[in-house]
């Protein structure tokens, strides 16, 4: 009988190790985009999705293509000045007063549950846009892999990198 229950236990303890080393590597293989508002005002909460829109265009379309993540991380690293200068572009065309601020920092996320997966709690690398104040609700996804899901799943646009 005892080793049966040895048995199950070790059994248990490995597919405990297995959900961990799971949950460490889609942290480490994921960039998350997180975008804040100005405030929660109706034109900040309209420039922060314009501002989610035209990041996501510039940094989608230079890392469709790449496979790995730290080759997306550096990307990023090295693209901050004109990831901003999209991010500003789009604001002034807007005939927005604000200004937006990019970096690439990591960040703790809580976690977050949808109809067919859940993203663990934890600390992932995100590209941050902080708009004016940065006050107000924010947006995220996951811009590498390419899957981006909106904070509240109500609110899905389809923003994922067209094939091709």
């Given at each position: 009988?005892?080793?049966?229950?040895?048995?199950?236990?070790?059994?248990?303890?490995?597919?405990?190790?297995?959900?961990?080393?799971?949950?460490?590597?889609?942290?480490?293989?994921?960039?998350?985009?997180?975008?804040?508002?100005?405030?929660?005002?109706?034109?900040?909460q309209s420039e922060k999705?314009?501002?989610?829109?035209?990041?996501?265009?510039?940094?989608?379309?230079?890392?469709?293509?790449?496979?790995?993540?730290?080759?997306?991380?550096?990307?990023?690293?090295?693209?901050?000045?004109e990831i901003e200068s999209?991010?500003?572009?789009?604001?002034?065309?807007?005939?927005?007063?604000?200004?937006?601020?990019?970096?690439?920092?990591?960040?703790?996320?809580?976690?977050?549950?949808?109809?067919?997966f859940s993203l663990p709690?934890?600390?992932?690398?995100?590209?941050?846009?902080?708009?004016?104040?940065?006050?107000?609700?924010?947006?995220?996804?996951?811009?590498?892999?390419?899957?981006?899901?909106?904070?509240?799943?109500?609110?899905?646009?389809?923003?994922?990198?067209?094939?091709?």
């Open positions: 009988m005892r080793i049966i229950l040895y048995t199950i236990i070790i059994i248990l303890l490995f597919f405990i190790g297995v959900l961990i080393a799971d949950k460490y590597a889609l942290r480490t293989n994921i960039v998350r985009l997180h975008v804040v508002a100005n405030s929660d005002s109706a034109s900040d999705l314009l501002v989610r829109d035209a990041v996501l265009s510039f940094v989608q379309d230079n890392v469709k293509d790449m496979g790995d993540t730290q080759e997306v991380r550096q990307y990023i690293l090295q693209s901050l000045p999209a991010a500003n572009r789009v604001l002034k065309l807007s005939g927005s007063k604000h200004c937006a601020t990019v970096n690439f920092t990591e960040e703790s996320f809580d976690i977050r549950h949808y109809d067919t709690s934890g600390v992932y690398h995100s590209l941050r846009v902080k708009i004016g104040d940065a006050a107000g609700k924010n947006w995220w996804c996951v811009v590498f892999p390419a899957l981006c899901v909106p904070d509240n799943s109500s609110d899905f646009h389809s923003v994922a990198v067209a094939s091709g």
